[in-house]
């Protein structure tokens, strides 16, 4: 394996280190590591979950949630299906800390995290 080459994480694949993601299975790429194994940091495993398709455009509302646990419960529902996203409070703009919060998506995901948070709902 060359040293400037890297891998897809889950089929592991090797491409050219120009490339991004994975053209059999769209999976962001990492560099070949020689034998050693790193731990990968949470912002890591959780930016490998999301799905490039869903990644372009503005950001559009598609939830609305009462609290943080209601927020965080719905990002990560989304998260499983590939949907980045964003919790924005309806007064204060992008702060942690104030209720009740917005979920934004990139408009390529809306429509899919539509459907998602709808199949929970029944």
């Known amino acids: 394996m060359a040293e400037d080459s890297i891998v897809c994480p889950t089929c592991a694949r090797v ?5 991004r993601f994975c053209e059999a299975c769209g999976m962001p790429l990492v560099h ?3 034998d050693v194994e790193q731990e990968t940091s949470e912002r890591q495993r959780w930016a490998r979950k999301i799905k490039p398709q869903y990644a372009e455009g503005k950001l559009v509302k598609v939830a609305h949630a009462k609290d943080k646990l209601e927020a965080e419960l719905i990002a990560g529902l989304l998260l499983e299906e590939g949907i980045p996203c964003l919790m ?3 007064i204060g703009g992008y702060t942690p800390m104030v209720d009740p919060r917005e979920i934004m998506v990139p408009e390529s995901g809306a429509e899919a995290a539509r459907e998602a948070l709808a199949f929970q709902r029944d």
């Open 15 to 19: 491409h050219p280190a120009s490339e």
């Open 88 to 90: 924005r409070s309806s």
């Open 32 to 34: 070949a590591a020689a």
